[in-house]
């Protein structure tokens, strides 16, 4: 079986980036400097022969995808499997206000328990495996091609770790920009690195927040 080339990106920045509040499942939908950095992504990929486009179905992830199918002409499709981790009651509040406020819970953050499920959300395994079964199955559908990926951090972090063998817990060394572009490629045996963070794009605009 030919390998998939996947091209993954992170949504451009939204308003609860820029105050590093925890968004997860919020509908949170793109700044103007997000739209700008999405436009940017989609202006770099331009000649690209993009087989297909899946985003998340959140609208900051979706923007972003638009953004690229409206340079590439290649077809879009809304795939909530591609969602950022869900951070169930969190959601809306930032990590300093959990440091002061419940200092156990912040402490199993920062650690990447890997059990630890926020109520009402999911476990850094749960999301791995939700990511995991998902780009097999979207990359399988398109061998010797490439698709493009707009998701969001934590999908990103999972897609670094699935393609460098890393655990859900092992410390981030990697970076999560904003709209910059990563390069992976796919075959049944998983995911290789082949390229990451290329923001040049961006003229330093891309900002690296932990939650998305």
Do not use: K
Request: aromatic share 6%; glycine share 8%; charged share 20%.
């Amino acid at each position: 079986m030919q390998a998939t080339r996947i091209i993954a990106i992170r949504h451009g920045e939204t308003a609860w980036n820029a105050t590093a509040r925890l968004q997860g499942h919020r509908d949170i939908p793109l700044n103007e400097l997000g739209l700008w950095q999405a436009a940017q992504a989609a202006q770099a990929l331009a000649d690209e022969p993009v087989a297909h486009i899946y985003s998340s179905d959140l609208q900051r992830a979706y923007q972003t995808a638009q953004a690229v199918a409206q340079v590439t002409g290649a077809p879009l499709t809304a795939e909530s499997g591609l969602r950022e981790r869900c951070f169930g009651v969190y959601e809306g509040r930032t990590f300093q206000e959990l440091e002061v406020e419940q200092p156990e819970v912040a402490l199993r953050w920062r650690q990447r328990d890997p059990e630890f499920t926020p109520e009402g959300g999911e476990s850094l395994i749960m999301l791995r495996d939700r990511v995991s079964s998902t780009v097999d199955r979207l990359a399988a559908l398109h061998p010797g091609e490439l698709i493009v990926l707009t998701a969001h951090g934590g999908v990103l972090d999972v897609l670094y770790r699935l393609a460098t063998r890393q655990e859900v817990q092992a410390p981030r060394t990697w970076e999560l920009g904003n709209a910059a572009i990563n390069r992976l490629l796919w075959t049944p045996q998983g995911l290789g690195l082949v390229g990451w963070a290329d923001s040049r794009h961006l003229e330093n605009t891309a900002r690296d927040e932990i939650f998305s």
